[in-house]
C-alpha cells in the first residue's frame, strides 16, 4: 500500500511539473498594466476596434486597460498605431497579428481589416465565443500570446 502511494504522489507531482517546464518564457500575458494603444488622431474604424477589445478584455477578465495614444511598453497596438507589423501583403479588409517583444500589434487593411483582426486575437488569444447578442462565453482563464505570433 505504502509503495502504491508513494507512486501515486510522484506521479500527481509530475503531472503538476510538466506544463511550467515545458511553459515558453517568451510569451506575452496580457494583465492590468497593458494598454491599448491608438495613433493620435485615430480614424472611426480603428477607434472602434479598440472600444471593442476594451470591452471584451474587460467583460472576460475584469481588466480595465486604458486605451492611450501614446505608450513606450505593455500596450497592445490597433491600428495605425501598429504601424511596426507590416500588412503591405495582407489582402483587402485582413489582418496581420504580431506578437512584437512584450507588445501585440493588431493591424488591418481595408474598411474592416483591424475589427477583424481584434475579434481573431479575442477569439484565438481569450477563448471568446459569441454566441446570441445575450450570450458570450470565454474559454481562457487569462490571455496569453506565444511568442513569435505571426497571423495573417
Do not use: W
Not at 501598429?82 to 512584450?102: F, H, M, P, Q, T
Not at 481589416?113 to 481573431?120: E, N, Q
Not at 477563448?127 to 482563464?141: E, R
Request: glycine fraction near 12%.
Amino acid at each position: 500500500m505504502k509503495k502504491a502511494l508513494s507512486l501515486f504522489l510522484c506521479f500527481v507531482m509530475l503531472v503538476c511539473c510538466v506544463p511550467f517546464a515545458f511553459a515558453q518564457g517568451g510569451d506575452i500575458r496580457i494583465d492590468g498594466s497593458y494598454a491599448i494603444l491608438v495613433a493620435d488622431g485615430a480614424g472611426e474604424r480603428d477607434t472602434e476596434a479598440a472600444g471593442k477589445l476594451q470591452e471584451y478584455i474587460s467583460l472576460g477578465f475584469g481588466l480595465d486597460l486604458e486605451i492611450v495614444t501614446s505608450a513606450s511598453a505593455n500596450y497592445i497596438a490597433v491600428g495605425a498605431a501598429a504601424s511596426k507589423a507590416d500588412i503591405s501583403d495582407v489582402a483587402d479588409n485582413g489582418y496581420r497579428i504580431l506578437a512584437d517583444g512584450e507588445n501585440v500589434l493588431i493591424a488591418g487593411t481595408g474598411v474592416r481589416g483591424t475589427i477583424h483582426g481584434v475579434y481573431r486575437f479575442l477569439e484565438e488569444f481569450a477563448g471568446l465565443h459569441i454566441y446570441t447578442s445575450a450570450l458570450t462565453v470565454f474559454d481562457n482563464s487569462e490571455i496569453t500570446v506565444p511568442d513569435g505570433t505571426d497571423i495573417v
